[in-house]
């Protein structure tokens, strides 16, 4: 099922839709401000489970999720004060931050050093779904088997078929990875240079 909602402005009604298909075990494919990314609720082991195996996932290589904003990661993280000064100059946007998981975060989203990949991309859409779940969903783009990126939400809709349960149609996406850096001891390390100004860092 492919559904429509406008990027600059997310109507409540279909972003309320798509948070009841998160809340029964669902999968959604929808934008983010690199790739189209598909997720479920990160509190949803069933659905979590569903994801490793349509992505042909190895378990020991956890998933990155999106929060709303600081204050969210806040509650899933251990963040500094230094890593908070440096995610709010660049959130949100195209950056993946490695921070120490907290207590809330399922083992299975969690390294075996116990830290998280954490995004807040600059993206509508995604950012009222979490507000309106109250949980962060996970981000994994949507591929084909030899890795090479969807850019439109109807072929991901033709190619995953049934073992997706809703995919949003937010207009173009960049289609560039997201850049990735960790801030573990307050010690900047970019593990992947994507999309987003790195040099500051």
Do not use: H, W
């Not at 990949?117 to 950012?127: D, M, Q, S, T």
């Not at 995953?160 to 001891?185: A, F």
């Amino acid at each position: 099922m492919i559904i429509e909602i406008n990027p600059d402005n997310p109507q409540k009604r279909l972003i309320r839709q798509v948070v009841e298909v998160l809340k029964n075990d669902g999968i959604i494919a929808y934008p983010t401000d690199t790739y189209y990314g598909i997720g479920c609720d990160i509190m949803n082991k069933k659905a979590i489970e569903k994801i490793y195996l349509l992505k042909q996932r190895d378990k020991k290589r956890p998933f990155s999720f999106i929060c709303s904003g600081l204050k969210n990661i806040s509650d899933y993280a251990k963040v500094s004060n230094y890593a908070y000064k440096t995610m709010k100059r660049l959130l949100p946007g195209p950056y993946t931050f490695i921070l120490e998981g907290s207590k809330l975060v399922p083992k299975i989203m969690l390294t075996n050093r116990k830290t998280a990949g954490i995004r807040v991309p600059e993206n509508k859409i995604c950012l009222a779904l979490v507000e309106e779940l109250g949980n962060p969903i996970i981000t994994t783009s949507a591929t084909m088997p030899d890795g090479s990126v969807f850019d439109n939400p109807s072929l991901i809709n033709e190619y995953y078929s049934t073992r997706i349960d809703m995919v949003i149609d937010g207009g173009p996406v960049p289609g560039q990875p997201s850049s990735v850096i960790s801030l573990i001891n307050d010690i900047p390390e970019i593990i992947r240079e994507g999309l987003g100004d790195t040099a500051t860092l």
